[in-house]
């Protein structure tokens, strides 16, 4: 399916002479004077070959079928990381790659999208937010009540994060996904 070169976002997969490509960034550039162009930074799913493109953004672009489904995590070996079909319990495994950086988020039976493409996943999305445990920060501090001051935290996962002062070694906290940061405290 032909789709304009503006439309594509992160995490959409095109296929380029016959080859499938997963976009990791989309950036639109708009500048004073010339043609508007989108830059695309992809990576090939074959072999993990990055490429950078630009497209003015007018140009037509072919967007490859994919099925997007819900999966859940089981585990991570040396083949890769194994997710399950919940409807039918067809197991599938992920390469090391097409996980990334979303692999020191991933809990044992984490509901997550994987996108398909011929059995195969290309491209996975994780749940916005995830519960982990402080296990090394800064002790509170008398009288630091300032609000908006925050102190660093280490994470359950390895993660690190700026966390507000009154939280302490133990507490559960959500955090964000998309860029590691602190969203509230744990209700649980």
Do not use: C, W
């Not at 090394?136 to 690190?160: H, I, R």
Request: proline residues 5%; without cysteine; glycine residues 6%.
């Amino acid at each position: 399916m032909k789709v304009i070169a503006s439309s594509l976002r992160k995490g959409n997969i095109v296929d380029l002479d016959g080859k499938l490509y997963v976009i990791l960034t989309a950036e639109n550039i708009h500048p004073g004077k010339g043609t508007p162009v989108t830059q695309l930074d992809m990576r090939r799913i074959s072999d993990g070959v990055k490429l950078s493109q630009r497209y003015k953004t007018t140009d037509q672009v072919e967007r490859a079928h994919v099925e997007e489904r819900s999966y859940q995590f089981l585990y991570h070996d040396g083949d890769g990381f194994h997710f399950m079909n919940m409807d039918n319990y067809d197991q599938l495994t992920a390469h090391p790659d097409v996980v990334g950086d979303s692999d020191k988020f991933l809990q044992p039976e984490m509901n997550v999208k994987l996108q398909v493409h011929e059995g195969i996943p290309v491209s996975i999305e994780l749940p916005q937010r995830v519960t982990l445990e402080v296990v090394e920060t800064e002790p509170a501090m008398k009288g630091q009540t300032a609000s908006g001051s925050f102190k660093p935290a280490l994470l359950s996962n390895g993660v690190k994060t700026a966390v507000p002062t009154h939280i302490t070694t133990g507490t559960r906290i959500v955090i964000s996904t998309a860029d590691s940061t602190y969203v509230e405290r744990a209700k649980d």
